[in-house]
């Protein structure tokens, strides 16, 4: 009867789900699904904000067309892409500045001359 006890029987495959290995990749993937969100965001305000005050005539440009939904389209795909990898990049390259600058502050001193 025991073996037949899930709580004593773990299944290998929640073993996997729950490893430390696969928790810091869910976060890894939920920081950078984050950070393109801020990014996609921006990039609606911004491309929204073009589009109402008709800076360059775009809107007008587009409106001017029969393709308009494609023009806007591909103005909101340009944004988001560029605006998200922006967001992207700034999450990614703040976030070992504490750790990663205490420990070059630490090795410039051991280097160090006393006599300088």
């Keep these: ?65 029969r393709d308009a939904p494609i023009f806007i389209f591909l103005l909101f795909f340009g944004l988001f892409v560029t605006f998200g990898g922006i967001s992207l990049g700034i999450g990614i390259m703040t976030l070992g500045g504490f750790s990663d600058d205490d420990h070059y502050r630490d090795e410039r001193r051991r280097e160090q001359n006393p006599d300088d």
């Design 1 to 65: 009867m025991a073996a037949n006890d899930p709580s004593q029987d773990p299944n290998p495959e929640d073993e996997v789900r729950n490893s430390k290995a696969s928790r810091e990749a869910r976060s890894i993937v939920r920081f950078m699904i984050e950070h393109t969100a801020y990014g996609g965001f921006g990039a609606l305000v911004f491309g929204a904000l073009v589009l109402f005050f008709d800076i360059g005539g775009i809107y007008s440009l587009a409106m001017a067309s």
